[in-house]
């Protein structure tokens, strides 16, 4: 069972970036496909944002976030990054990683699909 700890959430102003990080620990780098991060506003769903396959080329992304968010991950396929630039107060939540066996193209943004689960990193954006 794949552990994944985020980090690098926090307080920025709209406007401003962070970099996420998900370090993937305690599994064997070829048994998942698709890596994904997920946002939870408060009171709300768990949506999918952007989603990347192991290949590293074929990527997804909601399209609140196309062109603002990047997903990438390092060469060893064991640490997952997501960097957000021109944040802005409704990207505010919690947000998680997950792992899942399959490489999913339209099935992606489905938190069902996912077997692994970070405990998620807050990021608070201030207008």
């Known amino acids: 069972q794949v552990q994944l700890v985020e980090s690098g959430g926090g307080s920025v102003q709209a406007g401003g970036s962070l970099r996420l990080s998900c370090a993937a620990a305690?599994?064997?780098?070829?048994?998942?496909?698709?890596m994904v991060w997920f946002r939870q506003a408060p009171g709300k769903e768990r949506v999918g944002i952007a989603a990347i396959w192991r290949d590293g080329d074929t990527t997804y992304y909601a399209d609140s976030v196309k062109g603002r968010f990047t997903i990438s991950q390092d060469s060893a396929k064991v640490t997952l990054h997501l960097q957000m630039n021109s944040l802005k107060p409704e990207d505010t939540g919690m947000y998680y990683c997950?792992?899942?066996?399959?490489?999913?193209?339209?099935?992606?943004?489905?938190?069902?699909?996912?077997?692994?689960w970070g405990q998620g990193t807050q990021v608070t954006v201030s207008s």
């Open positions: 997950a792992a899942a066996y399959g490489c999913y193209s339209r099935s992606w943004s489905k938190h069902s699909v996912y077997t692994g």
């Open positions: 305690g599994y064997t780098s070829s048994i998942y496909c698709t």
